[in-house]
T-cell receptor, first 113, second 114 residues
Framework: AQSVTQLDSQVPVFEEAPVELRCNYSSSVSVYLFWYVQYPNQGLQLLLKYLSGSTLVKGINGFEAEFNKSQTSFHLRKPSVHISDTAEYFCAVTRGSQGNLIFGKGTKLSVKP | GAGVSQSPSNKVTEKGKDVELRCDPISGHTALYWYRQSLGQGLEFLIYFQGNSAPDKSGLPSDRFSAERTGGSVSTLTIQRTQQEDSAVYLC????????????FGPGTRLTVL
C-alpha cells in the first residue's frame, strides 16, 4: 500500500523568505508524484508533477520540487515567497496503473508581511 | 474551456435523509474521481470511473455510498441515510485518462448533516 507523509502541518514564513514543504512517500512500486495547492475557499490546483526523467521539476508560480528515490522524498521549494502563496499544499502519489491519488494531510503555508 | 463543475455548492440535510451530489467533468475526459475532504480525515479517495470499465469502489466508506456515471460523462454520488460523520466537502475530479494524467478538480460540494 502507498502512503504519503507531510511532515509539517503548518509552516509560517515571512514574505520574500525561502520555503521548503516536506513530503515523503512509501511505495513498493514506481509512482507518480504531485503537488496540489488549495487557496482559501477555492478548489485544488496542480502545482507540478513528477512522472519520470529529470528529478528536478518546475511548476507554476515559481515552485519546484525534487524527486529523491533513495530518500523517497518529493520536497517542494520556493526561493522567495509572496503573501499570495498563503494556501494549503498537498502532496499526492499514484501508481501508473492506478487512477486515484493518495494525498498527504496537507501543509498550511502562512506568509506574513 | 469549462472546468469541472459540481452542484449544489452547499447542501444542508437532516440526519437520515438521502442526498445526491452531481459532477460535470471536462468534456472528453474519460476518467472521473470522487474524493472527500474533511478536517479529521484529510483528502480521501471514494470512487473512480475509467471509460466503460467497472468503477473502482474501493474507497467508499460504507454501503450507504454509491455513484454512477451516465453516458461516460455526468456522475452522481448518492449518500443514503446520511449521518453526521458524512459532513465534509465532496470533490470531483476528471482527467483525460488515468495514472499520470493531471486530475482537474471541481469546486466541491459542502455537505452538512444536522
Amino acid at each position: 500500500a502507498q502512503s504519503v507523509t507531510q511532515l509539517d502541518s503548518q509552516v509560517p514564513v515571512f514574505e520574500e523568505a525561502p520555503v521548503e514543504l516536506r513530503c515523503n512517500y512509501s511505495s513498493s512500486v514506481s509512482v507518480y508524484l504531485f503537488w496540489y495547492v488549495q487557496y482559501p475557499n477555492q478548489g485544488l490546483q496542480l502545482l507540478l508533477k513528477y512522472l519520470s526523467g529529470s528529478t528536478l521539476v518546475k511548476g507554476i508560480n515559481g515552485f519546484e520540487a525534487e524527486f529523491n528515490k533513495s530518500q523517497t522524498s518529493f520536497h517542494l521549494r520556493k526561493p522567495s515567497v509572496h503573501i499570495s502563496d498563503t494556501a494549503e499544499y498537498f502532496c499526492a502519489v499514484t501508481r501508473g496503473s492506478q487512477g486515484n491519488l493518495i494525498f498527504g494531510k496537507g501543509t498550511k503555508l502562512s506568509v506574513k508581511p | 474551456g469549462a472546468g469541472v463543475s459540481q452542484s449544489p455548492s452547499n447542501k444542508v440535510t437532516e440526519k437520515g435523509k438521502d442526498v445526491e451530489l452531481r459532477c460535470d467533468p471536462i468534456s472528453g475526459h474519460t476518467a472521473l474521481y470522487w474524493y472527500r475532504q474533511s478536517l479529521g480525515q484529510g483528502l480521501e479517495f471514494l470512487i473512480y470511473f475509467q471509460g466503460n470499465s467497472a468503477p473502482d469502489k474501493s474507497g467508499l466508506p460504507s454501503d450507504r455510498f454509491s455513484a454512477e456515471r451516465t453516458g461516460g460523462s455526468v456522475s452522481t454520488l448518492t449518500i443514503q441515510r446520511t449521518q453526521q460523520e458524512d459532513s465534509a466537502v465532496y470533490l470531483c475530479a476528471s482527467s483525460w485518462t488515468s495514472g499520470s494524467d493531471t486530475q482537474y478538480f471541481g469546486p466541491g460540494t459542502r455537505l452538512t448533516v444536522l
